[in-house]
């Protein structure tokens, strides 16, 4: 199987329904990560890499920041003349109500789309992956579909699938949120299938009324040659706010960051020019990933600071969400925050969550 003949598909608004704090405006794919990223730079980053050119990634809602984020897709190499990212929004008349219907409407750009196979994917899974592996051995299994899976804990408030499989990878049976103590053969949403065996699977689902993708993947299993592949490496689902929170602290391990950010397989995004970071003379700033355009005047520490942030004289900051052009006050003291963009906090104020329970600021709020 060649790459170029594979088709990215992307569900843009995953598991928006347990982020909401964080997709009340926005797309789950146009989530800030890491003070510099969006959680689609990752799978978008990954299907370039691998040389899948052409990418539809599918909006339900709040898809302004993401169409601002991806504009022609040149941060991914997707917008040559043989290459592409296509935003697929509700249109007049249509809902988006589940997947199935969803991938439905979308028959007719499915079925002009040149790529005779087709890899779908969430957009809240962060890995770093080489697909050429998976499609080679899709190949060789003479697979129907290859799902994606990584065993791993269950995150939280995720709607787990798993699946069981046996010695040659073959998928046995598809186990829709099991009881599970400890690691599970976890199904990240991810699988690989011929495209014109989808388009049919898709209408023969609609035209029963089956709208429920997790029993899809039930009768798959049982019907036809379904093949589990896991996926190499570090696997993180960002399924809940706690789970945000936790990521976002892992990544300044910095052994983590590099199995994330490699060199061969680089992750990709929007740039943004901004002058380097200043630091007062009064600043201290200790285990932190600080971006630039940020002015740090207070002490900063376990944070994760985006873009065009401004740490006034005094202010303490510890384990906390920082996301771009937002202004923290004198002398605040915040610990355990998730601070969205252009916030303004005023002087002297002093927010405090736990590691459990870290506190969200809405986007744009003014804390006096």
Known sequence: MRSNNVLGVIFS????QTLTELTA???TASVPIGGKYRMIDFVLSNMSNS?????????????MSLMDHIGSGS???????????????????????NKIETLYQLRGYLGDAKEDYVLVS??????NIDYSELFYLHDVNKADITMLYKRMPVPEK???TTVKFGKLGKVEKV??????????????GSFLIKKELFLSLITKAMSESETNINRLYQQWADELNVFAYEVPGHVSIISSMNEYFKFNMELMDGELRKELFQNDRPIYTKVRDDAPCKYGLDSKVKNSLVAQGCFIEGEVENCIISKGVHVKKGAK????????????GEDCNLNYIIIDKDVKINDGKALMGTDTYPIHIAKKSVIE
């Not at 900051?317 to 923290?328: H, K």
């Open 13 to 16: 608004n995953s598991c928006a």
């Open 25 to 27: 405006h926005r797309t």
């Open 158 to 160: 995720l709607s787990a």
């Open 317 to 328: 900051v510890r384990n906390c969400i920082i996301m771009q052009d937002t202004e923290i």
């Open 75 to 97: 941060a991914w190499d997707l917008s040559k003349k043989r290459s592409g990212i296509t935003i697929l929004p509700p249109y007049a008349g249509v809902s988006f109500a």
């Open 51 to 63: 040389n899948i050119n052409n990418v539809g990634i599918i909006a339900k809602s709040g898809f």
């Open 175 to 188: 186990l829709i949120e099991p009881e599970v103590k400890g690691d599970a053969d976890l199904f990240i």
């Open 122 to 127: 969430e957009s809240n899974v962060i890995m």
